[in-house]
Nanobody
Framework: QVQLVESGGGLVQAGGSLRLSCAAS????????MGWFRQAPRKEREFVAY????????YYADSVKGRFTISRDNAKNTMYLQMNSLKPEDTAVYYC???????????????WGQGTQVTVSS
């Protein structure tokens, strides 16, 4: 069982930056691939970024590539999402997720956090 808690969301102007954190419970954090997903109002939840259990490989949605950076610190059981050059279309609830196998499909994640709101004003 893994419990995930996101933090770091908030209101920021376009062009600004935010850093999201996802703290995980349990001693098997480094066994899971991890990812960030987001859901805007009236839209389906979508993939944002993903990282392997050891942190050696990452993958990004085209919409955030070059602006967002995913990372993890297995010693601290924490994953991060550094978001730069934010745009109004990045406004959404951001969720962290964990999966026993690398898979960016929303339906394949095994555990979810409760989400943190990110709002980007124009």
């Amino acid at each position: 069982q893994v419990q995930l808690v996101e933090s770091g969301g908030g209101l920021v102007q376009a062009g600004g930056s935010l850093r999201l954190s996802c703290a995980a419970s349990g001693r098997t954090f480094n066994s899971y691939a991890m990812g960030w997903f987001r859901q805007a109002p009236r839209k389906e939840r979508e993939f944002v970024a993903y990282i392997t259990n050891g942190g050696g490989s990452t993958y990004y949605a085209d919409s955030v590539k070059g602006r967002f950076t995913i990372s993890r610190d297995n010693a601290k059981n924490t994953m991060y999402l550094q978001m730069n050059s934010l745009k109004p279309e990045d406004t959404a609830v951001y969720y962290c997720a964990a999966a026993r196998r690398w898979d960016i499909d929303v339906r394949s994640q095994d555990y979810w956090g409760q989400g943190t709101q990110v709002t980007v004003s124009s």
